[in-house]
């Protein structure tokens, strides 16, 4: 079964960076896309950034352009979004997701919760 | 960019009732519009892609429709698990995937 398993929560202190980690499984890594989509406390869903898992081909949000990087390693079938120069409205939780040929979210990780905190 | 809006913002219904949640896009998308159900601490799950395909193991009371800027998820028959708040997000643009704010079903 298709599995995304995610890193643990962290704390960060303001202009700190984080990197989360989405293992993969049950599912051959490299023919589907990774996205990255983060949840603030009570808030909305936000769509940060995709990668495709075979070639490494990236789209990133544009508020997030130059403080976010989306990688993958395959042979580990393991995805990594790096957040840098926190602040506190990063504070969120933040998913992966499987992303199928329509572009749609079909398998997601647990969420890692990052808390942005002096 | 694409901007997402959904209507209503909530909504209370009781079991058994159809409901139909509504989602615009600022302009044509196509059918390239995926709705999303979340509970409260879960992750999401994906329940209609592409407008009106029903997603693998999602049950047959929810469906979708629309095209161009204007879909609408139906629960045709409302059951105790389906209390949730429903996402709409377009695959149309890249590379922004918005997502519309959301529509909160809790029991009238």
């Known amino acids: 079964q298709v599995q995304l398993v995610q890193s643990g929560a962290e704390v960060k202190k303001p202009g700190a960076s984080v990197k989360v980690s989405c293992k993969a499984s049950g599912y051959t890594f490299t023919s589907y896309g990774i996205s990255w989509v983060r949840q603030a406390p009570g808030q909305g869903l936000e769509w940060m950034g995709w990668?495709?898992?075979?070639?490494?081909?990236?789209n990133y949000a544009q508020k997030l352009q130059g403080r976010v990087t989306m990688t993958t390693d395959t042979s580990t079938s393991t995805a990594y979004m790096e957040l840098r120069s926190l602040r506190s409205d990063d504070t969120a939780v933040y998913y992966c997701?499987?992303?199928?040929?329509?572009?749609?979210?079909?398998?997601w990780g647990q969420g890692t919760l990052v808390t942005v905190s002096s | 960019d694409i901007q997402m809006t959904q209507s209503p913002s909530s909504l209370s219904a009781s079991v058994g009732d159809r409901v139909t949640i509504t989602c615009r896009a600022s302009?044509?998308?196509?059918?390239?519009l995926n709705w999303y159900q979340q509970k409260p601490g879960k992750a999401p799950k994906l329940l209609i892609y592409?407008?009106?395909s029903l997603q693998s193991g999602v049950p047959s009371r929810f469906s979708g429709s629309g095209s161009g800027t204007d879909f609408t998820l139906t629960i045709s028959s409302l059951q105790p698990e389906d209390f949730a708040t429903y996402y709409c997000q377009q695959s149309y643009s890249t590379p922004e995937f918005t997502f519309g704010p959301g529509t909160k079903v809790d029991i009238k």
């Open positions: 997701a499987r992303t199928n040929p329509w572009l749609a979210f079909d398998y």
């Open positions: 990668i495709s898992a075979y070639n490494g081909n990236t």
């Open positions: 592409a407008a009106s």
């Open positions: 302009q044509s998308i196509s059918s390239y």
